[in-house]
């Protein structure tokens, strides 16, 4: 089981990035997928997530109107774009896998991806 994700890197304030989660191992179906972020000198927090059919995305309050996330389960991929980003947002932002329903405790998940870093600077 693998959770890779990619697309990370440094962007200036009210730029856009888009990470892509790439998975295998095991059956995306069955798994709400979700995206979380750790700044430095903090806890690990929620950013998002995807329901296992991809019809329910749910967004942390700090994120909302400015990040979308998405799945291709054909791919095996799943996307978080994120738009308008503040410096706030510079963090390693982890993918997640969750057998079932989406939860914004990290506890719950069964995968984790290795990160990425996003650094929003000028």
């Known amino acids: 089981v693998q959770l890779v994700e990619s697309g990370g890197g440094l962007v200036q304030p009210g730029g856009s990035l888009r990470l892509s989660c790439a998975a295998s191992?095991?059956?995306?179906?069955?798994?709400?997928f979700g995206w979380f972020r750790q700044a430095p000198g903090k806890e690990r927090e929620a950013v998002s997530c995807?329901?296992?059919?991809?019809?329910?995305?749910t967004y942390a309050n700090s994120v909302k109107g400015r990040f979308t996330t998405s799945r291709d389960n054909a791919k095996n991929t799943v996307y978080l774009q994120m738009n308008s980003l503040k410096s706030g947002g510079t963090a390693v932002y982890y993918c997640?896998?969750?057998?079932?329903?989406?939860?914004?405790?990290?506890?719950?998940?069964?995968?984790w991806g290795q990160g990425t870093q996003v650094t929003v600077s000028s």
């Open positions: 995807i329901s296992t059919d991809g019809v329910t995305m």
């Open positions: 191992g095991f059956t995306l179906d069955y798994h709400a």
């Open positions: 997640a896998a969750i057998i079932a329903g989406c939860s914004d405790d990290d506890e719950w998940y069964d995968y």
